[in-house]
T-cell receptor, first 111, second 112 residues
């Protein structure tokens, strides 16, 4: 069965550094998402992306965050200048119809 | 309570027993979905129930939805140790059923 794949599985970075989290959604999917889960907390919506543009974003998704689908297969989340509170699991998801298919996540640790 | 609140927060049962988890929500919804998450892993979709449905089955899973009470339940029958995971309900609303609001989840432990 096709899967959403995310790389890397774990990323450690220093505060203030830029990180790029990568995702390869399922190939015929049209809608793409990023969610995050801070340890022990809820899974939170960050952003949705459709037709090469952001369709919705949450309050968390401020100017430090950006998304891109550079080549029709990858879907990336960039955090420009990481903060300690950005430490979390970041999940990519995609769909064509319902439901969402999630990747296994990237654990981001900001030190 | 917030949108998509599950209870109990943790549930420990013996293999073979049934597990029931509940979810309450506040706003009107298009659908409600249940996901499972093994420790440190991604979210796996289990079942979706639309707002005009009252009950749905999938294998050992049974989901009910009561829109008048804004609540749903997930029943796992004849549980197995491999069912040990966190279970989340997620609501899709506002015409954008792709934006899901998750609860904090129920941690289910099935003891062999």
């Amino acid at each position: 069965e096709p899967e959403v794949t995310q790389t890397p599985s774990h990323q450690v970075t220093q505060m203030g550094q830029e990180v790029i989290l990568r995702c390869v959604p399922i190939s015929n999917h049209l809608y793409f998402y990023w969610y995050r889960q801070i340890l022990g907390q809820k899974v939170e919506f960050l952003v949705s992306f459709y037709n090469n543009e952001i369709s919705e974003k949450s309050e968390i998704f401020d100017d430090q965050f950006s998304v891109e689908r550079p080549d029709g297969s990858n879907f990336t989340l960039k955090i420009r200048s990481t903060k300690l509170e950005d430490s979390a699991m970041y999940f990519c998801a995609s769909k064509r119809d319902s439901p969402l298919h999630f990747g296994n996540g990237t654990r981001l640790t900001v030190t | 309570s917030q949108q998509g609140e599950e209870d109990p927060q943790a549930l420990s049962i013996q293999e073979g027993e049934n597990a029931t988890m509940n979810c309450s929500y506040k706003t009107s919804i298009n659908n409600l979905q249940w996901y499972r998450q093994n420790s440190g892993r991604g979210l796996v979709h289990l079942i979706l129930i639309r707002s005009n449905e009252r009950e749905k089955h999938s294998g050992r899973l049974r989901v009910t939805l009561d829109t008048s009470k804004k609540s749903s339940s997930l029943l796992i029958t004849a549980s197995r140790a491999a069912d040990t995971a966190s279970y989340f309900c997620a609501t899709g609303s506002g015409g954008s059923n792709y934006k899901l609001t998750f609860g904090k989840g129920t941690l289910l432990t099935v003891n062999p």
